[in-house]
Nanobody, 124 residues
Framework: QLQASGGGLVQAGDSLRLSCAAS????????MGWFCQAPGKEREFVAA????????SYADSVRGRFTISRDNAKNTLYLQMNSLKPEDTAVYYC???????????????????WGQGTLVTVSS
């Protein structure tokens, strides 16, 4: 199971760090991802990281502003969000997969377990 936290209301230009606590024994071997969903929109890919943390990928809209990381000793996934913009406002979900092909890391359907989401609101 995954438990996301760290969302909140911030102003444009501020930073937030989201966390996703995982339970179970598969975290360190799972590809983990962050997705977001704004009202009325489909769930979108934000970032993904390989099990050992050596590989990471980002959506073009967040590259250079967001950083995904993980601490396998703590079974925790992170998303450092800097220079936030109003268009980053969304519910952010963490997700994991034990069998994902790296080339498909941006597809929601590639992930087989999800957290409950945490709301990020960025005011202008």
């Amino acid at each position: 199971q995954l438990q996301a936290s760290g969302g909140g209301l911030v102003q444009a230009g501020d930073s937030l760090r989201l966390s996703c606590a995982a339970s179970g024994r598969t975290f360190s071997t799972s590809v983990m991802g962050w997705f977001c969903q704004a009202p009325g929109k489909e769930r979108e890919f934000v970032a993904a990281i390989s099990g050992n943390g050596f590989l990471a990928s980002y959506a073009d809209s967040v590259r250079g502003r967001f950083t995904i990381s993980r601490d396998n000793a703590k079974n925790t996934l992170y998303l450092q969000m800097n220079s936030l913009k109003p268009e980053d406002t969304a519910v952010y979900y963490c997700a994991g997969s034990t069998s994902l092909l790296w080339a498909r890391n941006s597809r929601p359907t590639s992930y087989n377990y999800w957290g409950q989401g945490t709301l990020v609101t960025v005011s202008s």
